[in-house]
């Protein structure tokens, strides 16, 4: 147990082990309404001194060596309006390195409302702002990069004209050059073309990794290289390797796509995934290989190319595009149609292997969530009971499918933020300290930090982020009100009262019989809670 005394606070006297504080990777210390040190666990030591020579100093002068508060002071905002700030400032250690730190103040309240003290978290992100600045300088490089191709472009405008003076001294001089800036300019714009549709692909596989988005990228690009009227991209099911699926397609009826089930080996696409050779059939009317000719027909297709989809040597599947019209394929059409199933192939597997890796982040996440669960009886199945809750409150909301997808992720591991606080403060049958509860307090704010590396859960990590901000501003962490509130944060946020209301909880003596928990709800309807949550809530409650 810690004891008070002359170097540390009272308010932190009672907390079970000093080791919660010193064991949260971030320097933290508690300073009085004079700005003066009071306490300090070992991260803020490490870096600017111990306890002992810091005692009662002034916060700035210990942290930046001034002999003033500094400008901004994040302390003197919470002491004046009771709210937590934020400043980054960069500060010396004791080892002589300058770092960047993200400051946190939040304020401790008395019983009154009155700021009594400051709870002051600084963590280090010297890495990150680095980071930061290499990102800025390469963008700056790709801007100069940019400049020079325009100047580039520009001269060979002038080049063009210069050209076209020249060609008015004769008309034969100018007949032949005509016929050769033509060429040439077909050459570079088909050029151009190839580079911006594999470019496009690529940067479609880099900002999303959404593998449905990259298969219909690819077949709408498909399209558009070879000027076909439909397109479709066929896979092998992993389960049966002689079956091939439409994985996307644009310009073809849904009749069609269900009605011509093909193998490898059978048809064209089956043909050109057998021998993983490209196939160009000009009059589909003529070619034995067209297996569905009257369907094939009955779509006004009359031309078609098959190209495989190989990634290391392995087949994956077919590309296949359609043209209404007798279609003479060009040498370069079909090398650039090659190189294209080339970028696919590398596109679907790269977003698979992205997918599968964030899944199996997420997953061991969500592991995480219920172990802790698993041993605390209390909260075991929590997670699960409020998912439940959320998806019957957002599906009555009628919100949208990807809404209740991105709902289903973030309501598993609302509370995983909660990893970083110890038991003996999670599990304490009595009050909390106002120490112990900033610390609670900051658990929604360290989830969303750990979620930030899933892309595919970026617009779920507000709803982690928010889900005990209150209706009417008095939640945290930002103390955000009414719409200001992600709606799926709102959601959760009804769905986790209500579980904890109708659970066993160490700090309660018995949990609400369901009657209990709906006259809680109305009677905080517009204050914690949304109102228009909280009837649809309600009434699902009393339905069930």
Same mark, same amino acid.
């Given at each position: 147990?810690?004891?008070?005394?002359?170097?540390?606070?009272?308010?932190?006297?009672?907390?079970?082990?000093?080791?919660?504080?010193?064991?949260?990777?971030?320097?933290?210390?508690?300073?009085?309404?004079?700005?003066?040190?009071?306490?300090?666990?070992?991260?803020?030591?490490?870096?600017?001194?111990?306890?002992?020579?810091?005692?009662?100093?002034?916060?700035?002068?210990?942290?930046?060596?001034?002999?003033?508060?500094?400008?901004?002071?994040?302390? @003197?905002?919470?002491?004046?309006?009771?709210?937590?700030?934020?400043?980054?400032?960069?500060?010396?250690?004791?080892?002589?390195?300058?770092?960047?730190?993200?400051?946190?103040?939040?304020?401790?309240?008395?019983?009154?409302?009155?700021?009594?003290?400051?709870?002051?978290?600084?963590?280090?992100?010297?890495?990150?702002?680095?980071?930061?600045?290499?990102?800025?300088?390469?963008?700056?490089?790709?801007?100069?990069?940019?400049?020079?191709?325009?100047?580039?472009?520009?001269?060979?405008?002038?080049? @063009?004209?210069?050209?076209?003076?020249?060609?008015?001294?004769?008309?034969?001089?100018?007949?032949?050059?005509?016929?050769?800036?033509?060429?040439?300019t077909s050459e570079l714009e088909f050029a151009k073309q190839e580079i911006q549709d594999?470019?496009?692909?690529?940067?479609?596989?880099?900002?999303?990794?959404?593998?449905?988005?990259?298969?219909?990228?690819?077949?709408?690009?498909?399209?558009?290289?070879?000027?076909?009227?439909?397109?479709?991209?066929?896979?092998?099911?992993?389960?049966?390797?002689?079956?091939?699926?439409?994985?996307?397609?644009?310009?073809?009826?849904?009749?069609?796509?269900?009605?011509?089930?093909?193998?490898?080996?059978?048809?064209?696409?089956?043909?050109?995934?057998?021998?993983?050779?490209?196939?160009? @059939?000009?009059?589909?009317?003529?070619?034995?290989?067209?297996?569905?000719?009257?369907?094939?027909?009955?779509?006004? @297709?009359?031309?078609?190319?098959?190209?495989?989809?190989?990634?290391?040597?392995?087949?994956?599947?077919?590309?296949?595009?359609?043209?209404?019209?007798?279609?003479?394929?060009?040498?370069?059409?079909?090398?650039?149609?090659?190189?294209?199933?080339?970028?696919?192939?590398l596109a679907i597997e790269e977003t698979k292997l992205y997918e599968n890796v964030h899944?199996?982040?997420?997953?061991?996440?969500?592991?995480?969530?219920?172990?802790?669960?698993?041993?605390?009886?209390?909260?075991?199945?929590?997670?699960?009971?409020?998912?439940?809750?959320?998806?019957?409150?957002?599906?009555?909301?009628?919100?949208?499918?990807?809404?209740?997808?991105?709902?289903?992720?973030?309501?598993?591991?609302?509370?995983?933020?909660?990893?970083?606080?110890?038991?003996?403060?999670?599990?304490?049958?009595?009050?909390?300290?106002?120490?112990?509860?900033?610390?609670?307090?900051?658990?929604?704010?360290?989830?969303?930090?750990?979620?930030?590396?899933?892309?595919?859960?970026?617009?779920?990590?507000?709803?982690?982020?928010?889900?005990?901000?209150?209706?009417?501003?008095?939640?945290?962490?930002?103390?955000?009100?009414?719409?200001?509130?992600?709606?799926?944060?709102?959601?959760?946020?009804?769905?986790?009262?209500?579980?904890?209301?109708?659970?066993?909880?160490?700090?309660?003596?018995?949990?609400?019989?369901?009657?209990?928990?709906?006259?809680?709800?109305?009677?905080?309807?517009?204050?914690?809670?949304?109102?228009?949550?909280?009837?649809?809530?309600?009434?699902?409650?009393?339905?069930?």
């Amino acid at each position: 147990m810690i004891k008070p005394t002359s170097k540390f606070r009272p308010e932190l006297a009672d907390l079970d082990s000093k080791e919660i504080l010193n064991e949260l990777g971030a320097g933290l210390s508690l300073i009085d309404n004079n700005l003066r040190i009071k306490w300090m666990n070992t991260s803020y030591e490490k870096w600017f001194g111990s306890l002992e020579s810091n005692f009662k100093r002034p916060c700035y002068e210990t942290f930046q060596k001034r002999h003033e508060a500094c400008p901004n002071c994040p302390a @003197i905002k919470a002491l004046r309006d009771g709210k937590i700030h934020k400043i980054i400032k960069t500060a010396v250690t004791n080892n002589k390195i300058r770092k960047c730190f993200l400051l946190t103040v939040t304020p401790i309240k008395d019983k009154n409302g009155q700021v009594i003290q400051l709870l002051e978290l600084i963590q280090d992100i010297t890495q990150s702002r680095k980071k930061e600045r290499k990102s800025k300088q390469l963008i700056s490089k790709f801007k100069r990069i940019c400049k020079c191709l325009i100047g580039a472009n520009n001269r060979l405008k002038l080049n @063009i004209i210069a050209l076209k003076k020249s060609n008015k001294y004769t008309d034969k001089l100018n007949n032949i050059l005509k016929k050769k800036f033509k060429t040439k300019t077909s050459e570079l714009e088909f050029a151009k073309q190839e580079i911006q549709d594999i470019y496009q692909i690529n940067k479609t596989l880099s900002n999303s990794m959404d593998l449905k988005r990259a298969l219909n990228l690819i077949v709408r690009l498909s399209r558009k290289i070879t000027g076909a009227n439909a397109a479709c991209l066929k896979l092998i099911k992993p389960s049966n390797n002689n079956a091939l699926f439409t994985a996307a397609s644009v310009g073809l009826s849904q009749n069609y796509l269900l009605n011509t089930p093909e193998k490898i080996g059978e048809g064209v696409s089956g043909i050109a995934a057998a021998t993983q050779r490209p196939i160009v @059939i000009t009059d589909i009317s003529n070619d034995p290989r067209v297996k569905y000719l009257n369907l094939t027909q009955g779509e006004g @297709i009359y031309s078609m190319i098959s190209v495989p989809v190989l990634f290391n040597q392995e087949m994956l599947g077919v590309i296949d595009v359609y043209f209404k019209y007798p279609k003479k394929v060009m040498k370069d059409e079909m090398v650039l149609l090659k190189t294209f199933a080339t970028q696919a192939a590398l596109a679907i597997e790269e977003t698979k292997l992205y997918e599968n890796v964030h899944l199996s982040y997420f997953n061991t996440i969500h592991a995480l969530v219920l172990a802790m669960e698993a041993r605390d009886p209390y909260t075991k199945c929590h997670s699960e009971r409020v998912t439940q809750y959320s998806l019957r409150i957002a599906k009555s909301l009628e919100l949208n499918q990807k809404e209740l997808e991105i709902l289903t992720f973030a309501s598993k591991v609302h509370d995983v933020g909660k990893i970083a606080i110890s038991d003996t403060v999670l599990n304490k049958p009595g009050k909390l300290t106002a120490a112990e509860r900033a610390l609670v307090e900051l658990h929604p704010v360290k989830g969303a930090e750990m979620l930030m590396p899933l892309s595919f859960l970026s617009k779920g990590i507000p709803c982690v982020r928010h889900h005990h901000e209150r209706y009417d501003g008095n939640g945290y962490p930002d103390g955000i009100e009414k719409e200001r509130i992600p709606i799926l944060a709102r959601i959760v946020a009804c769905a986790d009262a209500y579980d904890a209301m109708t659970s066993d909880r160490p700090y309660r003596f018995r949990k609400l019989t369901l009657d209990e928990a709906i006259k809680e709800l109305e009677l905080n309807s517009g204050k914690q809670f949304d109102p228009q949550v909280v009837n649809v809530f309600i009434k699902i409650l009393k339905e069930s």
